[in-house]
């Protein structure tokens, strides 16, 4: 197949509660810049590349599912020093779990945005990101 291929995801849409403080969240601890910002939604990105699509949601549903009665993310960010960011978060009394060393498969901590959304970050140096 020539054309037509999924070449990446795009980007993310996650609900929030309220827009502004959840943008201001994540501007401040990912660096992320605003974007396309109209009424309820507004789109996070780093530098020029789209990252998450915020959407303002009066219901209480989240970006997370259960396995075994086990909260799980929907969503994993991955980074190049995840020590450093971990340090970051839990200075900053971001909800963040340990980091787990799983040897090849990488290192992983989750995290918990204003909302209750979950996400993992990842640190991974064997595997090929492109932006």
């Given at each position: 197949?020539?054309?037509?291929?999924?070449?990446?995801?795009?980007?993310?849409?996650?609900?929030?509660?309220?827009?502004?403080?959840?943008?201001?969240?994540?501007?401040?601890?990912?660096?992320?810049?605003i974007?396309?910002?109209r009424?309820?939604?507004?789109?996070?990105?780093?530098?020029?590349?789209?990252?998450?699509?915020?959407?303002?949601?009066?219901?209480?549903?989240?970006?997370?599912?259960?396995?075994?009665?086990?909260?799980?993310?929907?969503?994993?960010?991955?980074?190049?020093?995840?020590?450093?960011?971990?340090?970051?978060?839990?200075?900053?009394?971001?909800?963040v779990?340990?980091?787990?060393?799983?040897?090849?498969?990488?290192?992983?901590?989750?995290?918990?945005?204003?909302?209750?959304?979950?996400?993992?970050?990842?640190?991974?140096?064997?595997?090929?990101?492109?932006?």
């Amino acid at each position: 197949m020539e054309n037509g291929k999924i070449l990446g995801i795009a980007y993310n849409v996650i609900p929030v509660e309220d827009l502004e403080a959840s943008a201001a969240w994540f501007v401040k601890h990912f660096g992320f810049n605003i974007r396309n910002q109209r009424e309820g939604y507004l789109s996070l990105f780093r530098e020029n590349r789209p990252i998450l699509d915020l959407i303002q949601s009066e219901h209480k549903s989240r970006a997370v599912f259960e396995v075994r009665n086990q909260r799980r993310w929907v969503i994993t960010f991955f980074t190049d020093d995840i020590a450093s960011l971990h340090n970051y978060l839990k200075s900053e009394d971001v909800k963040v779990g340990n980091i787990s060393d799983e040897g090849k498969y990488g290192k992983f901590f989750v995290m918990e945005d204003l909302d209750g959304n979950l996400f993992d970050v990842w640190e991974h140096h064997d595997c090929e990101l492109i932006f």
